[in-house]
């Protein structure tokens, strides 16, 4: 695990060819472009917090990390009003938690998420709903909503996957 309390340059990590499992926390990357860090790809479970991360950077890490199982973005891991996923998404990630974070749109489609299993969602207050085309998954087994806008319990509850 790193932790930092100022902005420092992100180590290169490439050469941790074996490493699975990151955390990665207390670090200002605000202003990092994330295509810029090496990432060894072997990466399949990633934990984000207070990283203060752009969403459009979020976005990138399913093409940085190929092999990503597992995301964990907790308490302002990411910063900004809208999360956008691009193309190409999070091809084998299974576990996807968002916690306290003050995103308020989420765009995405079915396709950014192919094997999505799991999508615990805890204080999110600001989230309007999640995207209706999660529903489309055919893998996912459960979404969990706790202290979330009611309105994000309501769009779970028309998908009819709640765990």
Same mark, same amino acid.
């Not at 950077?57 to 907790?74: A, C, D, K, Q, R």
């Not at 990411?78 to 308020?104: N, T």
């Given at each position: =695990?790193?932790?930092?309390?100022? #902005?420092? =340059?992100? @180590?290169?990590?490439?050469?941790?060819?074996?490493?699975?499992?990151?955390?990665?926390?207390? *670090?200002?990357? /605000?202003?990092?472009?994330?295509?810029?860090?090496?990432?060894?790809? #072997?990466?399949?479970?990633?934990?984000?917090?207070?990283?203060?991360?752009?969403?459009?950077?979020?976005?990138?890490?399913?093409?940085?990390?190929?092999?990503?199982?597992?995301?964990?973005?907790?308490?302002? +891991? +990411?910063?900004?009003?809208?999360?956008?996923?691009?193309?190409?998404?999070?091809?084998? !990630?299974?576990?996807?938690?968002?916690?306290?974070?003050?995103?308020?749109?989420?765009?995405?489609?079915?396709? /950014?998420? @192919?094997? !999505? *299993?799991?999508?615990?969602?805890? *204080?999110?207050? #600001?989230?309007?709903?999640?995207?209706?085309? !999660?529903?489309?998954?055919?893998?996912?087994?459960?979404?969990?909503?706790? !202290?979330? /806008?009611?309105?994000?319990?309501?769009?779970?509850? +028309?998908?009819?996957?709640?765990?």
């Amino acid at each position: =695990m790193f932790s930092f309390s100022e #902005n420092l =340059m992100f @180590p290169n990590l490439e050469f941790l060819r074996h490493l699975e499992t990151l955390k990665i926390r207390d *670090q200002f990357l /605000h202003s990092t472009n994330l295509r810029d860090i090496k990432f060894p790809t #072997n990466v399949t479970r990633l934990t984000l917090k207070s990283t203060f991360i752009e969403w459009e950077e979020i976005s990138v890490l399913g093409m940085l990390l190929p092999n990503l199982e597992l995301l964990e973005l907790e308490n302002y +891991a +990411a910063c900004g009003r809208q999360w956008v996923i691009i193309d190409g998404g999070f091809p084998r !990630l299974k576990f996807l938690k968002l916690k306290e974070l003050k995103v308020e749109r989420w765009i995405t489609c079915s396709s /950014h998420f @192919p094997s !999505l *299993q799991h999508l615990p969602l805890e *204080q999110c207050e #600001n989230l309007e709903e999640i995207p209706s085309s !999660l529903g489309d998954i055919l893998t996912l087994q459960t979404i969990e909503v706790n !202290l979330c /806008h009611f309105s994000v319990e309501e769009s779970v509850r +028309a998908l009819e996957i709640v765990g």
